[in-house]
């Protein structure tokens, strides 16, 4: 058998360190907060690397994309309003820096619950063990009633559940609502479901033919919405699967019929990595133009600071106009 000496590393090239590119600097290192100091100053102390970096992006796209009037969609999961961030994005919205909100079926559920009764998400392994998960009455009559008789007037299922929230009795929490906000300004929120994901599909009201038509009629409004994305930013906040496919559909239609969406930014916010958000919102729509980014962290903690940052950033910039 060939036999082998330790290699002597006598002639190994080097050069100077002076000439070295490198990935981290001293520049960019965290700076210390001061005690008592502002929020500005808080996330002017986090450093400019990695993540910290990214964020910092993310928050300069946006306020870029509003400044320039260009739109900044929010697409979502249901997690986010269990988790308490539903103020914050109304408070958005209203501030004209939302200009769109895109959800699945779920997200609607849980605006609804928290608009009429003040509370939601219910104990799903406790309730499922006698069949009881999911069969909240008011719930599904309610939404189901608002589902049908939008798709009698041709309205999508977003609007349909705002309006019913805007003109139901009952709704003493309605400020708390996203789709009532969204439909008393005159905001684009949509829904899109996938039949058999939500609760309310396992109740007798539920109609395939009205869900199915408020929903497509929401995607082909989301196109809409999409098609005039140049320039502007896409957030995915919290949908590991429904969300991030429909916004590569309504992309695709938009590119087919003409319209340029190539200088986008491209946002993903989640507390675990998933392959549909990275691939059908950080990476594919991107490749030919724009920036994608993924920001992993807890939504009560991530989402707060985006838009306290975001905020803080339009102000100053009015300050310094005015």
Known sequence: ??????????????????????????????????????????????????????????????????????????????????????PLIIDLMQKGIITAIAANGATVIHDFELSYMGETSEDVAAELEDGTFGMAKETAVMINRAIKSGAKEDIGLGSAIGRMILKGRGFHNRRMSIFYEAYRLSIPATVHVAIGTDIIHMHPEASGEAIGKTSLLDFRTL?????????????????????????????????????RVKNITTVTMDFNRHYRPM?????????????GYYITGHHEIMFPLLAGAVKEALSKHKQQNN
């Open 1 to 86: 058998m060939k036999t082998y000496k330790p290699l002597s590393l006598k002639q190994v090239r080097r050069y100077s360190l002076k000439d070295r590119k490198s990935k981290v600097k001293a520049s960019k290192a965290a700076g210390i907060f001061p005690e008592g100091g502002t929020f500005n100053e808080f996330m002017n102390s986090l450093p400019d690397i990695l993540a910290g970096r990214d964020f910092r992006e993310v928050i300069n796209a946006i306020v870029r994309a509003r400044l320039n009037d260009r739109p900044v969609v929010l697409a979502m999961g249901a997690h986010p309003i269990k988790v308490g961030i539903s």
């Open 223 to 259: 196109t809409s919405v999409i098609s005039d994305l140049e320039g502007g930013v896409f957030i995915n906040l919290g949908s590991a699967v429904v969300m991030p496919e429909v916004f590569l559909k309504a992309l695709t239609v938009a590119r087919n019929l003409g319209h």
């Open 279 to 291: 691939e059908n919102v950080v990476r594919r729509p991107v490749a030919s133009g724009g920036r």
